[in-house]
């Protein structure tokens, strides 16, 4: 769990072929107990960019210097991030009122030691100091993994549903904003039967965002990223933002090391997979491929 906004490493506007260095502060406050240690969330920005600037950023690189093609014929943006991969909608303060998407869990596979894989949608968070989001997780202590439901309003603390969660189970998680400062997060395991929703007053979130993610939550003892969970390859599927299709607003992708981040299909459906860190970095949008 310990969801943070997302520590950005570098932006590519591949259509322009040039790339802006971006970093957003940390946070820091107390630890929380996981199942595979403690986790003290927040911790610092992670400088991913290659030394002297370039097309090759951090994780994530393009041989041809241009992007997918998105809706409308545009073309995705591209950044690289320490511990958010996945794709985020973004705007000005108010652009975004609601964002929704359905999974499956993915099993943990754990080969010793701790290490943790978040999955959520979510308001804010990208370019903004406050998050409003739900998801599911599965961490591992040891060889055992263990999975459990969360809501976090960020500044605040992360919020474990005392409901029982295992790899299989069918989700769908939405966070819709209901005015003056009012938020909804809805969590429905429907495979185990049961829904959560959370009322939630945060006063000054921008809206400037709304994002579909898996992490590897903060923070090891030094502050960094912790070590992220085998998750196999992961699904989000009929992700919609504003109540549009995900691919409507031409949404950043995002990657983090050991992942591949699928282009969209569909307008909403798109994975997400683990590739381990024997491969260096992963590469986003599977050129080459990973497998």
């Not at 951090?58 to 545009?74: E, N």
């Not at 499956?104 to 894989?117: E, K, R, W």
């Not at 429905?188 to 829904?195: C, E, H, L, V, Y």
Request: aromatic fraction near 12%.
């Amino acid at each position: 769990m310990r969801r943070r906004w997302p520590v950005l490493a570098a932006t590519i506007p591949l259509v322009f072929g040039w790339t802006l260095a971006v970093a957003y502060p940390a946070a820091a406050h107390t630890g929380v107990a996981g199942p595979g240690g403690l986790v003290q969330p927040g911790g610092p920005v992670s400088q991913l960019g290659l030394p002297g600037g370039g097309t090759q950023v951090g994780a994530w690189a393009s041989p041809t210097g241009t992007a997918p093609q998105a809706a409308g014929g545009g073309r995705y943006t591209a950044v690289s991030s320490s511990n958010w991969a996945g794709y985020a909608a973004t705007g000005g303060s108010g652009a975004f009122t609601s964002v929704a998407s359905s999974w499956v869990q993915s099993a943990g596979h754990c080969s010793g030691g701790n290490q943790y894989a978040a999955f959520w949608v979510g308001l804010d968070g990208y370019s903004s100091s406050t998050v409003e989001q739900t998801g599911s997780e599965v961490d591992c202590a040891g060889r055992t993994p263990s999975y459990y439901a969360w809501y976090e309003v960020y500044p605040g603390t992360a919020v474990n549903f005392p409901n029982p969660v295992k790899a299989g189970d069918h989700f769908s998680g939405a966070v819709s904003y209901l005015g003056s400062n009012q938020f909804r997060l809805t969590l429905t395991d429907s495979t185990a039967g049961w829904t959560q929703t959370i009322n939630a007053t945060l006063p000054g979130a921008a809206r400037s965002s709304a994002e579909v993610i898996a992490e590897a939550p903060c923070c090891t003892s030094s502050g960094g990223v912790l070590p992220l969970t085998n998750f196999g390859t992961f699904g989000f599927g009929g992700a919609t933002v504003n109540n549009a299709s995900l691919c409507t607003p031409n949404p950043v992708a995002i990657t983090m090391p050991e992942t591949v981040v699928s282009t969209i299909t569909n307008c909403g459906d798109f994975t997400i997979s683990y590739a381990g860190s024997s491969s260096g970095f992963a590469w986003l949008f599977g050129y080459p491929s990973a497998f």
